[in-house]
C-alpha cells in the first residue's frame, strides 16, 4: 500500500502503464473529498492512497483505510512516500532518505521570540517544562514515532539500485550553497524525519527542532527531512496495527528533497521560503517513483523468501507511550 500526500505525488505512480494502478478503483468512505478511491493493480498486489495534505488529512484518511472491509492488511506493506524540506548540513535536493524515527515538533508551548528569556533560542519550548533543553513534563504519545530498522536498512539498500533523476535547475541551486553534502549530486540516505503543520525555514529554528528531536529521542535521530504527515499518518497506522487489522513493523517511510530548509549564503530566509524557485520539486517527484518502484518490486519478487513472514525488528517500535506492547499483554 503506497501513500502519497497531494496530486503530483500521485501522477507518478499513475504514470507506469506496467504497474496499471488504475486497474481496480475502490471507493472507500471517510477518505478525502478529492481523493475518494484506492487505486490497486488487477490482482491487488499493490495499491495507492492519496491522502491529501496535512496532518488532519493524513489521519483521517490513514483511519478510514484501515477500518474499511475493504481489504485485508495483515500482511500488508505501507510505503509512505512523499516530498519534503531537507537541511543542507545533512544531505541535498532530489536526494532519498528512509526515517527510523518521526518526531512531531508542534507540541510544545510557543512564546513569541520578544517575550522569551535571553538565553533561549526560540519561543519553544517542550510542553511541561522550563527550559528548550528540558524533557517534556507530559507527552502526548505521538511526539516520535519508532519504526522497524531492519526493514528501513533493507530499503535503504534497495532504493540504491535506483538511477535518481536530476535537472540543471537542481544542480544551479545546489551551487548556491558552499559545503558538501549540500552542493553534492542527490543520494540514498538513512536519516530522520520532523513532522509540522506549519512550514518553517532557516538556522535558528532549524538548529531549535533538532535539538528537540535529540531531547526527545535520547540523542539517537538524525533529523534531515521536515513535512507535514508523518506522525498523522503513524498514530493512525499504530491504532489500526492495536487493533490487530495491521502489522506495524511493515512500514516503509520514505521522503525525497523537494527544497532545502535552510537559505544559501546570500539570502534571508524570508525570501527563501516565500520566493523558493522549486527547483528541487521535479526531480524529487521523480525519485519517488525511482526509488519506490525498486521497494516494490523486490517485495513482489522476493515475497515468500523474504516478506511474507514479516521483518523482525532489532528495534523498539512504536510510540511513546509503548502502545504496541501494551496491547500484546
Known amino acids: 500500500m503506497i501513500f502519497s500526500y497531494f496530486a503530483r505525488e500521485t501522477v507518478v505512480w499513475h504514470n507506469d502503464p506496467d504497474l496499471d494502478l488504475y486497474a481496480l478503483n475502490i471507493t472507500i468512505p471517510g477518505l478525502s473529498p478529492r481523493f475518494q478511491q484506492v487505486h490497486c493493480t488487477a490482482d491487488a498486489q499493490v495499491c495507492h492512497l492519496t491522502t491529501d495534505m496535512g496532518e488532519i488529512h493524513a489521519a483521517a484518511s490513514a483511519m478510514a483505510l484501515w477500518m474499511s472491509d475493504c481489504f485485508d492488511l495483515t500482511s500488508t506493506y505501507f510505503l509512505l512516500a512523499g516530498i519534503g524540506g531537507i537541511n543542507p548540513h545533512m544531505g541535498t535536493i532530489s536526494s532519498v532518505t528512509f526515517a527510523r524515527y518521526a518526531v512531531q515538533l508542534d507540541l510544545q508551548y510557543l512564546f513569541s521570540e520578544s517575550q522569551i528569556p535571553p538565553d533561549f533560542p526560540t519561543g519553544f519550548v517542550p510542553q511541561k517544562s522550563h527550559r528548550p533543553d528540558e524533557y517534556p513534563g507530559v507527552l502526548y504519545g505521538t511526539e516520535v514515532f519508532e519504526l522497524n530498522d531492519r526493514l528501513r536498512m533493507r530499503a535503504v539498500q534497495i532504493a540504491h539500485r535506483a538511477v535518481l533523476n536530476d535537472t540543471t535547475a537542481a544542480m544551479k541551486k545546489r551551487a548556491g550553497y558552499l559545503d558538501a553534502p549540500a552542493n553534492e549530486p542527490p543520494t540514498v540516505l538513512a536519516c530522520d524525519t520532523m513532522t509540522s503543520n506549519n512550514w518553517w525555514s532557516g538556522s535558528v529554528l532549524g538548529d531549535a527542532f533538532a535539538g528537540y528531536v535529540k531531547l526527545l529521542t535520547n540523542g539517537s535521530a538524525e533529523p534531515c527531512t521536515t513535512q507535514q504527515e508523518d506522525n498523522a499518518t503513524l498514530e493512525a497506522l499504530l491504532r489500526g496495527a492495536v487493533a490487530e487489522r495491521l502489522d506495524f513493523s511493515r512500514i516503509i517511510l520514505m521522503r525525497t528533497a ?46 515468500d523468501e523474504e516478506y511474507a513472514s514479516g521483518t523482525r525488528p532489532d528495534n523498539y517500535i512504536g510510540d511513546l507511550w509503548n502502545s504496541l506492547e501494551e496491547a500484546n499483554n
Open 258 to 303: 523537494s527544497d532545502f530548509a535552510r537559505a544559501p549564503p546570500g539570502r534571508t530566509e524570508y525570501d527563501h521560503l516565500v520566493n523558493t524557485g522549486w527547483e528541487g520539486f521535479v526531480p524529487a517527484l521523480q525519485n519517488i517513483y525511482l526509488a519506490g518502484i525498486e521497494i516494490v518490486r523486490d517485495i513482489l519478487m522476493n515475497w
